[in-house]
């Protein structure tokens, strides 16, 4: 009877802080079985490597993988970005990953937070690295224009971090507070959102120990932290129903 008065108090916490902060981290997952979801990262990496003309000991397969693409870019730094493009691109229809993914509690606890029926979802896997700074998310928010069309069906995100990711280990920052339209500008490196638009907006650096979701509403801005060592990510962009 404590603990599922605990769950619910829980959920009542986690649907207040959604509906008025514009997210919520909730622990849904079980810690290593998400940890254990990298094998597939780790995977398609060798698989990437072994496919390219440069010999495959050149790839670090023996580093850890949180610092794999960065000894790689010691080396080669065009093939830690071959790397680095092809796990954002495809690494995620790994059968771990893919297991999360398709978890019935992630919609379901969405749609509790949300409100809202969902049905559709986008997923890639996301990292923070070390040697690729510039290839960290700047402010923005996940539907940055909202005409009903592609992205803009988006109604939550679940940011899935693979390892433990807080302020100092490549975690998000949000710009608290539930925003009712996007407050994105297009510029050359497309949908951002400048510093000025946050002013007087409170910050958050949530803490999500691995097995914990991030969930996000669509016009919620947030951006990337910094990582010693890479932090890899899934995330699914679930759509209206």
């Not at 010691?74 to 790994?94: I, P, Q, W, Y």
Request: charged share 25%; proline share 7%; glycine share 6%.
């Amino acid at each position: 009877m404590a603990d599922d008065h605990a769950v619910r108090s829980g959920a009542v916490i986690a649907e207040t802080l959604f509906a008025e902060q514009g997210y919520a981290a909730v622990p849904l997952f079980e810690p290593e079985r998400v940890r254990a979801a990298q094998a597939d990262i780790a995977e398609h990496i060798d698989r990437v490597a072994r496919a390219l003309y440069m010999p495959f000991d050149q790839s670090c397969p023996d580093a850890p993988l949180t610092e794999r693409i960065d000894e790689v870019y010691a080396k080669e730094r065009s093939v830690a970005n071959l790397l680095r493009v092809a796990l954002c691109t495809d690494a995620h229809r790994g059968e771990r990953l893919q297991a999360l993914a398709n978890d019935p509690r992630l919609i379901a606890t969405a749609e509790e937070l949300s409100g809202r029926a969902l049905a559709g979802k986008i997923v890639r896997v996301r990292a923070s690295i070390a040697c690729f700074p510039e290839h960290r998310h700047a402010w923005h928010s996940d539907v940055a224009r909202d005409d009903g069309t592609g992205c803009g069906k988006v109604v939550v995100t679940a940011w899935i971090p693979l390892s433990d990711a807080g302020p100092e280990s490549g975690g998000l920052e949000v710009a608290a507070g539930r925003q009712p339209a996007p407050l994105a500008s297009e510029g050359d490196e497309g949908f951002e959102i400048p510093e000025w638009r946050l002013a007087g907006l409170p910050r958050a650096q949530p803490e999500c120990p691995a097995g914990t979701v991030l969930f996000l509403d669509r016009f919620t801005p947030h951006r990337t932290l910094p990582a010693k060592t890479t932090r890899f990510a899934l995330v699914v962009w679930m759509k209206a129903a």
